[in-house]
């Protein structure tokens, strides 16, 4: 086996955390002299492109969803003879499994876990998701080698869903972004202006449940005279949580961005950030928060708030849904003096040479 080729597997390189992560990495360990493959679906909204090592060698299968992918994986494989792959989707990882049983192929597949897949099914309405994904993710996602998860409370969910996993999983953190992470070095925080706004960042559907932050916002606003909320994202439910600020009285106080590819300016100059999500991978945005100096406030959702936040030292964490105890942590954020040398501290952690080294031994191992 080489023990020095991977091949990184994803959906697309969209705006989202995971694909963030799974550059990341890859970038990181293609650095230390690892020959890396990264396969992707489609280059639909690839706004990660251009983040890209010109060190990994980006691979297109041009098809739209997963289910769509099969005989195109099949020919990767067949080409190519990877040893291991390291898969950011579910479907992905499940069909994976499946060519491997059917055809005479011999390679490890290490998943890593990118959600709460209890409270993630709970949500889902999807017909294709719910009555076709879910059964297949149940009868050969326990036939993986191995399972990342982004954090112990993800790991325990995962668990109870597949007792059989109990030796094949870990937990990796997921690191900072390395354009945070390297910007870092070279901000001067003594000419950082901050603004007079929250922030709030995330797409824009059930999961992130922003109308959370809206309501508070619209209840402390009177308190804190030109305090506006940022919401940086897009997704389907826009529309509504529009409609909402504006049924509350504060759509002129409050921005919705839209996707923003540099999220430094909107960390740099927001007094706090705010998580109301129902459930959690592992929220990065909390990550790059704490990075960069400021403080956060997060329900205490299922899961990885609750690994990332010191109480009154970077943030503070919300009782799930308590919503007068959310107005409660704003305020307290918003009144405190917060050293962001303090809050930097915490995020040690989470630095990108740590989590890939963590990363290079385990696919090392498998």
Not at 70 to 95: H, T
Not at 134 to 143: E, G, N, T
Not at 260 to 267: A, E, G, R, V
Not at 340 to 352: C, G, H, N, Q
Request: proline share 3%; net charge positive.
């Amino acid at each position: 086996m080489n023990e020095k080729k991977v091949t990184f597997l994803i959906n697309s390189l969209s705006g989202g955390g995971a694909q963030s992560v799974c550059i990341n990495i890859a970038n990181a360990i293609a650095e230390e002299g690892w020959q890396v493959d990264l396969v992707v679906l489609n280059l639909n909204n690839a706004v990660y492109i251009n983040h890209i090592s010109d060190k990994v060698k980006l691979i297109v299968l041009n098809v739209n969803h997963a289910r769509s992918s099969f005989f195109k994986l099949k020919s990767y494989v067949d080409k190519e003879k990877p040893e291991r792959f390291l898969v950011f989707n579910y479907e992905l990882a499940v069909l994976l499994v499946i060519i491997r049983i059917l055809f005479p192929f011999y390679f490890k597949v290490i998943a890593r876990n990118i959600n709460t897949l209890s409270k993630k099914r709970q949500l889902e309405s999807d017909f294709w998701r719910k009555r076709i994904v879910a059964p297949l993710v149940d009868f050969f996602y326990s036939k993986v080698d191995h399972v990342i998860n982004q954090c112990r409370g993800m790991d325990n969910d995962l668990l109870k869903i597949f007792p059989n996993l109990i030796d094949r999983t870990c937990v990796i953190y997921n690191p900072v972004n390395k354009v945070i992470e390297d910007a870092v070095k070279t901000i001067n925080y003594t000419t950082v202006k901050q603004e007079n706004y929250l922030l709030c960042v995330g797409r824009l559907e059930k999961q992130k449940a922003f109308h959370y932050a809206i309501e508070a916002f619209a209840k402390i606003k009177e308190q804190y005279p030109g305090l506006r909320l940022k919401i940086v994202g897009q997704g389907s439910l826009e529309f509504e949580l529009k409609k909402l600020a504006e049924i509350l009285g504060v759509a002129s106080k409050v921005d919705f961005e839209g996707f923003q590819k540099n999220m430094i300016p909107y960390y740099l100059k927001a007094r706090a950030i705010i998580l109301t999500s129902l459930y959690e991978g592992f929220p990065n945005v909390l990550v790059e928060s704490i990075t960069l100096g400021k403080p956060i406030v997060a329900f205490d959702c299922q899961s990885g708030p609750r690994e990332v936040i010191e109480e009154g030292v970077n943030g503070f964490l919300v009782p799930y849904k308590d919503k007068e105890y959310l107005l409660t942590a704003i305020k307290s954020t918003l009144d405190n003096k917060w050293k962001s040398e303090d809050i930097f501290k915490t995020a040690v952690e989470f630095r990108l040479d740590m989590i890939s080294s963590k990363y290079q031994n385990l696919i090392e191992r498998i």
